[in-house]
């Protein structure tokens, strides 16, 4: 019976949730993330969504294409951004199930107040 490289050794992946979660934790990328689950955009429509600088922008949607948190299409001029369907959009799911259930108390949610201001 083969073994998962996980079995073997639970924590060969620590780098990689590193980096994927370090992209979920920043508030620029979660921005992006949210304003791609709408529809795909460009550049300039995300811009315009966050109110934030174009440079900001390209240089966060970059490193989530690097991991393949989003995909991008070149549609004639311009680069057309969009959620990683088959990955992303699941677990973003996933996620909204688990915070309706367990995130609306008290405790979880001063938490995260606190983190946050």
């Not at 370090?22 to 508030?27: E, G, I, R, V, Y």
């Not at 174009?54 to 393949?68: E, G, W």
């Not at 992303?88 to 008290?106: G, Q, R, S, T, Y």
Request: hydrophobic fraction near 35%.
């Amino acid at each position: 019976m083969n073994k998962s490289a996980y079995e073997v050794n639970p924590f060969l992946n620590h780098r990689s949730y590193n980096v994927f979660f370090s992209n979920l934790a920043n508030p620029l990328k979660i921005g992006i993330i949210l304003s791609l689950r709408e529809h795909e955009k460009n550049v300039s429509e995300i811009t315009r969504d966050l109110n934030v600088e174009q440079s900001k922008i390209s240089h966060a949607l970059q490193l989530l294409k690097n991991c393949n948190i989003v995909n991008v299409e070149q549609k004639g001029k311009e680069r057309v951004y969009a959620l990683n369907e088959d990955t992303i959009v699941p677990m973003l799911e996933l996620i909204d199930k688990h915070a309706a259930v367990h995130c609306n108390n008290k405790s979880c949610m001063m938490g995260c107040d606190k983190r946050w201001k």
